[in-house]
């Protein structure tokens, strides 16, 4: 892929993803795994808040506005987007490391919501054009088919109070915010063809593929996920290049027995990121996951609801490269709950039949970590979620 931004600088990539969707399409969630998964390759990851729920959620109510106020609206919308994204830009561009900027919607997902001509004349006064706002501004755009075209029996409103659409509705501003980006040079659609985590492995591979990262089988939909535990690791010397990450997960207490929630704290060199998760069995028991990227302040906050009944978990996470399979060595710090029966693990996704085609450096570095056996969620003694 050719780059038409100032992107690549110095053997380093800077690179400006657009994801965007319809109502209920799993973007809050999909930001996270995109974060996660890059941060975990080294890549240093901003986003950028989406600007009109920043903007709603100071008490603006379009029902209340004028016709000439809301146009108004809409241009200054668009222009406190602009400049929220031009700050995070501004930053990617002197960051020293490889950098994704995922811009929660972009320039164009406001067209979607103007008629044309107030549109045209908003860019005519401004001196902007779709070239520049759609085609040159953004790498790459994901739009994210909601969960009412498709996944139905998932479609909520419960999870965002800016958001109020029934199911018809969700699907007109879905099909309205695709159309909207028609014309940029790559735009990739994810559709709910899939269950919603293979769903958002999709939305990273796209990403991945646009970029020319090589995930190998970690986000084929034919791979699993396996977890070895280890008795003993090799020396730092035996691995290939690598990234540690200190992390810490707390549990807390929900009103509902079926939700699981835990805040994460993850960094390196006193840097940090917070992360909600909620965790909760849905249609079919199918076992969801919302993720949210939350600040400093929110996981203060949060950690005042912590579950004193459950152990906090401490964990070096250690993730690399080995044999084009991505993986990830977890080293458990005490205290542990005294069932606990390991004190690292190895994660990593592959197709089984391709075991046997693992190198003979992969084998040495496996076999001198000591692999003792396969671990098992569904184990109360290596499972994270233990009570004192």
């Known amino acids: 892929m050719i780059m ?40 240093k990851v901003y ?29 200054n919308l668009l222009k406190t987007m602009m400049a929220m994204e031009e700050t995070y830009f501004s930053l990617a561009a002197t960051c020293g490391r490889n950098c994704l900027v995922i811009c929660d919607r972009g320039t164009m997902d406001a067209a979607a919501f103007i008629p044309k001509d107030v549109w045209e004349n908003m860019l005519a006064a401004n001196g902007w054009n779709a070239v520049q706002l759609r085609d040159n501004r953004y790498n790459q755009v994901v739009h994210l088919i909601t969960a009412a075209s498709g996944a139905e029996e998932f479609y909520n409103v419960e999870d965002n109070s800016c958001r109020t659409e ?10 309205r915010a695709a159309e909207a980006w028609v014309g940029h040079p790559y735009i ?28 190998g ?17 090799a020396p730092d010397e035996m691995f290939p290049p690598f990234q540690d990450f200190e992390v810490v997960h707390d549990y807390l207490v929900t009103s509902n027995p079926k939700v699981q929630a835990r805040l994460r704290k993850r960094g390196q060199n006193g840097n940090w990121s917070y992360m909600h998760t909620q965790r909760r069995r ?17 996981y203060i906050n949060m950690l005042s609801q912590r579950d004193e009944k459950h152990y906090r ?12 399979m991505y993986m990830q060595m977890d080293i458990y710090k005490g205290p542990c709950h005294p069932r606990s029966v390991f004190g690292a693990e190895a994660i990593f996704y592959i197709r089984h039949d391709q075991i046997a085609n693992l190198t003979k450096f992969s084998f040495r570095l496996l076999e001198a970590n000591a692999i003792v056996g396969q671990s098992r969620t569904l184990n109360p003694a290596t499972h994270l979620y233990l009570n004192h």
């Open 4 to 43: 038409t931004l100032d992107s690549v600088k110095k053997d380093r990539t800077v690179y400006r993803l657009v994801l965007t969707g319809g109502p209920c399409s799993g973007k809050t969630t999909g930001q996270a795994r995109l974060c996660t998964f890059f941060e975990n390759l080294g890549w």
């Open 47 to 75: 986003r950028v808040p989406e600007a009109a729920t920043v903007l709603l959620n100071g008490g603006v109510r379009f029902p209340d506005l004028t016709p000439s106020e809301a146009e108004k609206f809409q241009e």
């Open 166 to 175: 029934g199911l018809d509705l969700a699907r007109e501003r879905d099909r």
């Open 188 to 215: 990739d659609v994810i559709d709910n063809s899939t269950d919603f985590d293979t769903k958002l492995r999709r939305l990273i591979a796209s990403v991945c593929r646009r970029i020319g990262i090589d995930t």
């Open 217 to 233: 089988d970690r986000l084929a939909t034919n791979s699993h996920k396996l977890k070895f535990l280890l008795s003993e690791l």
């Open 282 to 298: 849905d249609v079919d028991s199918q076992v969801i996951e919302v993720k949210r990227q939350i600040t400093h302040r929110d």
């Open 313 to 324: 978990v401490l964990k070096l996470r250690r993730c690399f490269m080995l044999d084009n």
